[in-house]
């Protein structure tokens, strides 16, 4: 069965980051389309899949991660503009039966992404 999930690791604190609202799209020549959205929890994780099932199917999607919302309650950001808002990560799902793991890495003045496991 294939699935979609992700975490969220706060780089600066040596912490997961719990409570980063994230948003999920598909996106296709109509446009944007929301698929869902969650919030992590105290591990850093989503409760459940982002997508699962057939609900998971090839094409290209898009997870927003809050992560100015996040870095303002968590005391590493000020109020007004951030170096890191909004966070949007696109990427390809082809194979709709496989595992997609979608992890973001976060500080207040960088972020990375791979494809996990």
């Given at each position: 069965?294939g699935?979609?999930?992700?975490?969220?690791?706060?780089?600066?604190?040596?912490?997961?980051?719990?409570?980063?609202?994230?948003?999920?799209?598909?996106?296709?020549?109509?446009?944007?389309?929301?698929?869902?959205?969650?919030?992590?929890?105290?591990?850093?994780?989503?409760?459940?899949?982002?997508?699962?099932?057939?609900?998971?199917?090839?094409?290209?999607?898009?997870?927003?991660?809050?992560?100015?919302?996040y870095l303002?309650?968590?005391?590493?950001?000020?109020?007004?503009?951030?170096?890191?808002?909004?966070?949007?990560?696109?990427?390809?799902?082809?194979?709709?039966?496989?595992?997609?793991?979608?992890?973001?890495?976060?500080?207040?003045?960088?972020?990375?992404?791979?494809?996990?496991?």
């Amino acid at each position: 069965m294939g699935r979609l999930t992700t975490h969220v690791l706060d780089t600066a604190r040596g912490l997961p980051a719990a409570g980063v609202r994230i948003a999920l799209y598909r996106l296709s020549e109509a446009g944007r389309e929301p698929v869902g959205e969650t919030v992590t929890n105290a591990d850093g994780r989503t409760d459940a899949p982002m997508l699962a099932g057939e609900a998971l199917v090839a094409g290209v999607y898009e997870l927003v991660f809050f992560a100015g919302d996040y870095l303002r309650a968590s005391g590493q950001a000020e109020a007004g503009p951030l170096f890191l808002d909004e966070i949007p990560i696109r990427f390809g799902v082809a194979d709709a039966a496989a595992h997609y793991h979608v992890p973001l890495l976060l500080s207040p003045f960088a972020y990375s992404t791979y494809r996990g496991s």
